[in-house]
């Protein structure tokens, strides 16, 4: 009587046709895109088209609305390596605040801006765009002023700052729930914290 392993012993053919397809399916999972060193160079900022599932500044997991002005279709990479989708922000207020490392005055703004960005997160939220500095240099200053709480977008290549046709800092693009721009410019403290808490209450 044939042993249990005896019966289920393959064929040479099938053997032969299982080394094959097991040198295929090899090949398949190679591919040819790899993913960039860490490190090599300033981090695209992609432009997006459709309103895709995202993740939200405070990073839960959320959907964006299917309508999405042509002012938040944009996206990057944040200063903690995190993926940005603008497109997320559609359907409320959103201030973009363009500063550099060393900016006086963008340091005076820092400690109003961290102060009111949690506070209206969910209702008006603030996006820092970092630019016209090393990228050190760049975190140091989001220590230093306790902004760690809000997405800071790695802009390096000036890429959203050409977007937006920043040509100094510190500037503040406030866009209202429908996406137009209703501001671009410099606002201190006390103008910001007032122009925040009238959008929120809009």
């Not at 800092?169 to 866009?175: D, F, N, R, W």
Request: charged fraction near 15%.
């Amino acid at each position: 009587m044939r042993s249990w392993n005896a019966r289920r012993r393959p064929t040479r053919a099938v053997t032969a046709a299982a080394l094959v397809a097991a040198l295929f399916g090899a090949a398949a999972c190679t591919g040819t895109a790899t993913p960039p060193p860490a490190g090599a160079g300033t981090p695209p900022v992609a432009t997006t088209g459709t309103a895709a599932p995202a993740t939200s500044p405070a990073g839960s997991p959320t959907t964006a609305p299917a309508s999405v002005p042509d002012t938040l279709r944009f996206g990057g990479t944040t200063l903690t390596g995190s993926a940005f989708d603008a497109a997320q922000l559609a359907g409320r207020p959103v201030v973009l605040w363009f500063w550099a490392p060393w900016c006086a005055t963008c340091a005076s703004q820092a400690w109003t801006v961290a102060e009111i960005a949690p506070r209206y997160r969910d209702t008006v939220p603030i996006v820092g765009v970092a630019g016209l500095g090393e990228q050190r240099a760049m975190k140091d200053f989001v220590t230093e002023f306790d902004l760690g709480d809000m997405p800071q977008i790695d802009d390096r290549a000036g890429a959203l700052w050409r977007r937006f046709k920043v040509t100094e800092q510190s500037t503040l693009v406030i866009i209202d729930r429908n996406g137009k721009v209703v501001h671009q410019g410099f606002l201190d403290g006390e103008a910001l914290s007032a122009r925040v808490t009238a959008l929120a209450g809009a």
